[in-house]
């Protein structure tokens, strides 16, 4: 029978799974794996959310393509995963298109208000005031979540916006089963969204009390958004009465977007970033994201290494990869920013010429500290709240998507009679050179706040491709830990022999260059492993699980897909067919 990872919510493989499954069982799973995947034979949906994976299996099985699907779900995920999903946010899509056999990436990132400016979030004193750029009607950007939808159905869609969006209407006007996850984020998150009485409104009863696992929360106005998207297509909520109330909100939280800034709003489409890794190629997301030109310059530091034999997650392979990782987050907080506003030097980031110098520069027995690789300082900060999905359909296109409202809940501010959360993702930009934002990242001048620019990011929506095609489909929240996070599920499978399910639950490490630290997922390291560590000059700092992937891998040998949900969040599934 299928063998699900036991921590994934997939009952429904259970319904779906061919009779034909038991002989295919020993193809599909060696003896030596010490977890398994889902498997599928033509396409499949992995999302951290149970119910909006069905909404993309269903739209799949009608014929839709990847990208219809990927557009139902991050719309259908705005209602079902508030925390993360969003209209109200932005994000990137990875589309790799099977007849061309190109992939494209769509930035539908959030931008910067006309009205903003570089120093927008210093104090009088000219400190950073954390509280404008993350809970204040200045941290809110312009969201780029609808016009990103509109941009991919367009281009590579079969659906219209208003089919894509029927099932999220339908979710948000019957309600949705509060699972325990939603719960205990609600519960968690209880002061920032009580600030706003339009978000108190929605997320907790009329007497203020919580939601439990098995009520129904009803979104009378995001459906009513939803269908106002679905009838006038983007213009139902960057123009007209969406737009004014939106901009009304950001404008009485003491922001200053305006109705001008919504309707300006552009997703664009970029070149991805691309390199090579021990024969695959690696494909992801370019500036305004950090994410894929630091994948690829770890790994090409990595490939230098003989990674596989020295072993997961040995103090060998974590020491290289550690100070491979630490020399990538230095020259993020330098180079990385809007490309529109910054000359990006990816080409240079990503060279393997950049890798061997960087190499030269790495003892293979003693750590470097940071303050000799560049000066700073930082505030660490604890954040997840973004998330993920992988798409394949049955022709091979694939979609690799990671969207955002930055925070948990974003900014907490619901714009009033509208539904949609507002994003704090104006925290992104560097408020002051040297100064962290939330992730503890520090930023230059290409991260400088600018009218119209887009806040650097670290969302790394991923396709790696083996002789031309998907071979992986991968990516993760996790703030700044969604790039080391991504890397590791990539050299797990390729370094280290995993499958999809083992790669994804195998312990993670990070290191982001400042705090000069390997961060460890609690119980990820045995003691020896970690003294052996300490040993060569690494501090070594124990937290909690670090990322929520959700990933495809299309195992051209056996003719199956086999995908992974993340266990370290409840709720995800991985489904296809
Ligand atoms: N807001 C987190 C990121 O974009 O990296």
Do not use: C
Not at 156 to 175: F, K
């Amino acid at each position: 029978m299928i063998r699900p990872l036991a921590a994934l919510a997939s009952a429904a493989l259970f319904a779906l799974a061919p009779a034909a499954a038991h002989a295919q069982e020993a193809a599909i799973y060696s003896s030596m794996d010490a977890v398994h995947p889902v498997w599928a034979k033509e396409a499949m949906v992995s999302v951290q959310e149970a119910v909006a994976a069905e909404v993309g299996l269903q739209v799949l099985r009608d014929g839709g393509n990847a990208v219809d699907a990927g557009v139902a779900v991050a719309l259908a995920l705005a209602v079902t995963l508030p925390r993360a999903g969003n209209l109200g946010g932005g994000g990137f899509m990875l589309v790799h298109d099977a007849e061309s056999g190109e992939t494209k990436a769509i930035d539908y990132r959030e931008m910067a208000p006309a009205s903003a400016t570089r120093d927008m979030y210093l104090d009088a004193d000219g400190n950073a005031d954390s509280n404008l750029s993350r809970f204040h009607g200045l941290a809110v950007g312009v969201p780029g979540t609808v016009a990103g939808m509109q941009l991919a159905l367009e281009t590579y869609g079969t659906m219209t916006l208003a089919e894509a969006a029927a099932p999220a209407i339908r979710l948000a006007e019957s309600g949705i089963v509060v699972t325990a996850d939603l719960a205990d984020s609600l519960k968690a998150l209880e002061k920032r969204l009580k600030t706003w009485p339009a978000s108190a409104a929605i997320f907790y009863k009329e007497d203020g009390s919580f939601y439990e696992p098995g009520d129904v929360i009803k979104q009378p106005d995001l459906a009513a958004t939803l269908k106002k998207i679905a009838a006038e297509g983007p213009d139902g909520f960057y123009k007209g009465e969406v737009a004014e109330k939106i901009a009304a909100s950001v404008q009485e939280a003491g922001g200053s977007m305006t109705v001008e800034d919504l309707a300006n709003y552009k997703a664009v489409i970029r070149e991805p970033v691309s390199g090579s890794y021990r024969g695959h190629e690696i494909v992801s997301m370019p500036p305004p994201s950090s994410g894929g030109t630091h994948i690829i310059q770890i790994l090409n530091v990595m490939e230098g290494y003989p990674v596989g034999y020295l072993g997961h997650n040995s103090s060998d392979t974590i020491h290289l990869m550690a100070e491979a990782m630490k020399r990538a987050y230095a020259d993020r907080s330098k180079y990385l920013g809007d490309p529109d506003f910054a000359d990006v030097p990816v080409k240079a980031l990503t060279s393997k010429a950049y890798a061997a110098k960087i190499r030269d520069g790495i003892s293979l027995n003693r750590a470097t500290p940071s303050d000799t690789i560049l000066p700073g300082t930082l505030a660490p900060y604890e954040s997840d709240q973004t998330t993920h999905f992988s798409i394949v359909d049955k022709d091979g296109n694939a979609v690799s998507n990671t969207y955002t409202l930055n925070f948990s809940y974003g900014s907490g501010m619901t714009a009033a009679g509208t539904g949609v959360l507002l994003n704090n993702e104006m925290d992104d930009f560097s408020a002051k050179p040297g100064v962290p934002n939330a992730y503890g990242l520090i930023g230059g001048d290409a991260n400088a706040v600018e009218p119209g620019k887009r806040p650097l990011s670290s969302m790394s929506p991923t396709i790696v491709l083996k002789d031309g095609k998907p071979f992986l489909v991968t990516g993760s929240p996790g703030g700044s830990r969604i790039i080391t996070t991504t890397l590791q599920v990539i050299s797990n499978m390729i370094d280290h022999g995993m499958n999809v399910a083992e790669a994804t639950n195998a312990a993670r490490i990070h290191h982001q260059w400042l705090p000069d630290e390997i961060r460890v997922e609690d119980g990820g390291l045995s003691r020896d492993t970690v003294a052996a560590l300490e040993a060569k000059g690494h501090m070594i700092a124990v937290g909690s699980v670090m990322g929520s992937t959700q990933s495809i891998h299309v195992d051209a040998d056996k003719g199956l897909l086999l995908g992974a949900s993340d266990p370290r969040r409840t709720g995800s599934a991985t489904v296809g067919y």
